[in-house]
């Protein structure tokens, strides 16, 4: 008997050998009990594509804003007027359509097989964007706990989930440095959390820059605020169920030259 060759399992056993290959077995198991993982950049990408992907995603980010941005100054949304936009963060859209750097990275190996795990292979891009947060931006006390799948006319979420999200992080990952919140194992709660609740069980999801932070989609989950100067930068990949609508319209603005 031969583990990742059983006839039961044929749609997922190249999945099961993809996770093997890349040793992302440990990673796995982090999801499956406690809904969340962090891929160290040994795992996900050459340092060579991380320079090239922050550099990207800095010029994108000082096109759109009409600044100079600086890794290390605080940033200013300047003239952009993307939504949700604070005082201390704003969200690039459509990166994908930005630089074909970004269709290097949804096809990255492991960004691929872990989403291919989470969403047994049914997964769709919904958008890419990435977060750009400096100093002084806070969602307060709450730390902005949400979770990222649509709950049923009841409120609840289904086990199986219908969304995933990644962060590829860009910059390091700590809590003076404005990391993501998680709740560990809060994906098993299938519902969205109440105003304030979650926050005491809330841990800082710290991760050295080029490191991959993946979770399922019913996950608690918000940020720390940022407390220090410089930027704290991300690609985010989520994605969803392919019988849902994608956050971006990418049916009308993916082109021929990106299909070949």
Known sequence: ???????????????????????????????????????????????DFLERIRETVLR???????????????????????QPQTDGQFLLYYLLMADPIFEEWVTNPTLTTVATYLMHGQQQLSSLTSFIKWKGGTYGETLGLHSDSPPDRDGRLP????????????????EENGAIAMVPGSHRYCRTPNPGEGVKNA?????KAGSLIAWHGNMWHGAYPKQTDGLRMNVTSYMCHKRLKTQEAYQWRVTQEMLN
């Open 1 to 47: 008997m031969e583990f990742g060759d059983f006839k039961a399992t044929e749609a997922f056993n190249p999945t099961y050998q993809q996770i093997k290959e890349l040793e992302l077995e440990p990673h796995i198991v982090d999801l499956d009990a406690y809904g969340f993982t962090v891929i160290p950049p040994e795992k996900v990408a050459p340092p």
């Open 60 to 82: 994108i980010a000082s096109e759109r804003t009409g600044n100079k941005l600086s890794i290390d100054e605080n940033g200013s949304a300047g003239n952009y007027q993307g």
């Open 159 to 174: 086990p199986c989930s219908d969304v995933a999200n990644a962060a590829y992080c860009l910059t390091d990952y700590t």
């Open 203 to 207: 841990v800082p999801v710290e991760a």
